[in-house]
Structure formats: structure tokens, C-alpha cells
């Protein structure tokens, strides 16, 4: 008897050793390196703000490319209802009718698309507003104004130069947020990490509309 116990008191101790080494092993994931297109469509901000909390974005690069309206909207929709994602139905609106013009078969012009992309409207000079808000809050304006060169170039010499990129949101947006140089001469223009990408996208909108 005295045997049989020493034996099972040495079994005990041999899994609690191995447990105690068994110590939980940290698993680190590559940086996210997929971007989602560029659009001026207003579900863009929204997709760029609340779709990489979930998921990386390509799993929406993985989609069948010929996905519709409804297909893409319902996969926002599933997004909300099935794992709670922090959508609301504008959202899922705006993010259906951009990911269906971008990673699908619909396009900007489409009537459908035209009345999903509406849904998260405000009133007029709203967005304005909110930008000017941006400009003020991070300093913009002591380098750019308007109508005329200060430090960086004016925002309508932007908007000029730009008006015929199909990327330039894209790019200002990165010029926004992680800075540049040697596009408007040698002074640097230092990175506004500051500035979420969501909040990048409204003053590039502002911008390129002077």
C-alpha cells in the first residue's frame, strides 16, 4: 500500500512539474500590410475605420470579384448581426455600396449605389465644418492656407494637381499621416500620426474640393 501511494504521489508530481514548464507560448501575428482601395465614395472612411477591427482586409480581397450590391451589403450586414460588429445600418449601407464598386460588379454611378452611398448624409456644410475643425485642432493651417502658399503649398494648388489621379485620395492620405518630401520643394512636411486615417479622409475630401 505504502508503495502504491508513493508511486501515485510521484505521478501527481510529475504532471505538475510538466505542467509548471508547460508555460503558454505568445503568438505574434505579421503587421498588417493590405490596404483597402482608394475611393471617394463616403463607405471608404467607414470600411478603413471598422472592417480591419475584425478582420484583416484580405479577406474582402478573397471575395468572388463579381459580388453585388446586395452580396456585398450582406456581407456587412452578417458582419453586424452574426459577430457584433460595431456597425450601424447606415454603416453596413455606405460599406456595402463601396465594396460592391470596388471589389465588385457594381459601379459609382449606379442608382442603387448612388441611394446606399446617401444613407449616412448630413446636413449640408456639415462635412466642411468638420474639416475646418481638423485643420484648426492639428496645426495645418500654419503651413497651408487656401488661396496662397505659406510653408506647404495652397489647398487649391493641391486640389489642381490632383484633380485628374484617380489615387490622390490614397496618396494624400499617406502624405497626411506619415508626412513627405520633395513634392513641393525641399521642406519637409512631417508625418500627423496624430490624425486617424478616418480623419485623414475628411480633409482630403475638404481639400481636394477648393
Known amino acids: 500500500m505504502q508503495l502504491f501511494l508513493a508511486r501515485t504521489w510521484l505521478c501527481v508530481l510529475a504532471i ?3 505542467a509548471a514548464t508547460a508555460a503558454p507560448r505568445e503568438i505574434v501575428l505579421p503587421p498588417e500590410t493590405a490596404r483597402l ?13 471598422k472592417c480591419s477591427i475584425c478582420h484583416s482586409v484580405d479577406y474582402i480581397a478573397f471575395q468572388p470579384p463579381n459580388f453585388t450590391l446586395a452580396q456585398w451589403t450582406g456581407e456587412a450586414a452578417k458582419m453586424q448581426h452574426a459577430y457584433g460588429a ?14 460592391a464598386v470596388t471589389y465588385g460588379s457594381a459601379h459609382e454611378k449606379d442608382a442603387d449605389v448612388v441611394a446606399a452611398s446617401a444613407a449616412l448624409d448630413r446636413p449640408a456644410g456639415a462635412a466642411a465644418a468638420d474639416a475646418k475643425s481638423l485643420l484648426d485642432a492639428n496645426g495645418c493651417l500654419a503651413c497651408h492656407a487656401l488661396d496662397h502658399k505659406v510653408v506647404g503649398p495652397a489647398y487649391h494648388d493641391v486640389a489642381a494637381r490632383y484633380a485628374s489621379d484617380p489615387q490622390a485620395a490614397g496618396r494624400l492620405v499617406d502624405s497626411i499621416r506619415n508626412g ?22 475628411a480633409l482630403v475630401d475638404f481639400i481636394l474640393k477648393q
Open 16 to 18: 505538475a512539474g510538466a
Open 37 to 49: 482601395k482608394p475611393s471617394t465614395l463616403p463607405g471608404a472612411a467607414v470600411a478603413a475605420e
Open 86 to 99: 460595431p456597425l450601424s445600418d447606415a454603416e453596413v449601407k455606405v460599406i456595402g455600396a463601396y465594396l
Open 180 to 201: 513627405g518630401a520633395g513634392k513641393w520643394g525641399t521642406t519637409p512636411m512631417p508625418p500627423m500620426s496624430q490624425v486617424s486615417e478616418v480623419q485623414a479622409r
